[in-house]
T-cell receptor, first 114, second 110 residues
Framework: SAVISQKPSRDICQRGTSLTIQCQVD?????MFWYRQQPGQSLTLIAT?????????ESGFVIDKFPISRPNLTFSTLTVSNMSPEDSSIYLC???????????FGSGTRLTVV | QKEVEQDPGPLSVPEGAIVSLNCTYSNSAFQYFMWYRQYSRKGPELLMYTYSSGNKEDGRFTAQVDKSSKYISLFIRDSQPSDSATYLC??????????FGAGTRLTVKP
């Protein structure tokens, strides 16, 4: 299965600023996904990122707040814009396995907004 | 009602015990069922996946799916302290729209 390198692993940011999270996959994958995970809670899908098209956002998430880039089949970024303390969370990228069902995840970005 | 229900625990067992983790779901269209293991400060890793109903065994782990009851289980035999983690169930119709349970935090005590 694919290996995903995600960075930064953690950051503390001032409110009103933006943070870009990067994910690099060691093989080409068609679909990548961005999730948010509150401590002790399940994963909430933010958006699906396909190469060559606009990301598809889930209800409650908008492109102006969480712009996503997917320039090729091995890389994607998620930006958390104009941050507030409510954006403090763990952000995870993932990629769909090509050989079977299931996803591979990056190690996550632990974001704290102060 | 949540689409996927999973008891968050926490669950604490002695080393060597058999662990049973469970999820229920409401969408009968789900076809693929997965279990992920997530260690602290790490991303989830795929542990097992099953298509439709039935059992699947991999070493000390057994996954069961009962589509008629909309109920899936993960059994861990001879549990080890290294099994201490959060276990998330997940399911999907076509791998494009994965739905996750809340995760059960498991501690295996030596």
């Amino acid at each position: 299965s694919a290996v995903i390198s995600q960075k930064p692993s953690r950051d503390i940011c001032q409110r009103g600023t933006s943070l870009t999270i990067q994910c690099q996959v060691d093989s080409q994958v068609t679909m990548m996904f961005w999730y948010r995970q509150q401590p002790g809670q399940s994963l909430t899908l933010i958006a699906t990122a396909n190469q060559g098209s606009e990301a598809t956002y889930e209800s409650g998430f908008v492109i102006d707040k969480f712009p996503i880039s997917r320039p090729n089949l091995t890389f994607s970024t998620l930006t958390v814009s104009n941050m507030s303390p409510e954006d403090s969370s763990i952000y995870l990228c993932s990629a769909a396995h090509s050989a079977n069902y299931g996803y591979t995840f990056g190690s996550g970005t632990r974001l704290t907004v102060v | 009602q949540k689409e996927v229900e999973q008891d968050p625990g926490p669950l604490s067992v002695p080393e060597g015990a058999i662990v049973s983790l469970n999820c229920t779901y409401s969408n009968s269209a789900f076809q693929y069922f997965m279990w992920y293991r997530q260690y602290s400060r790490k991303g989830p890793e795929l542990l097992m996946y099953t298509y439709s109903s039935g059992n699947k065994e991999d070493g000390r782990f057994t996954a069961q799916v009962d589509k008629s009851s909309k109920y899936i289980s993960l059994f861990i035999r001879d549990s080890q302290p290294s099994d201490s983690a959060t276990y998330l169930c997940a399911m999907t119709l076509n791998n494009n729209d994965m739905r996750f349970g809340a995760g059960t935090r498991l501690t295996v005590k030596p």
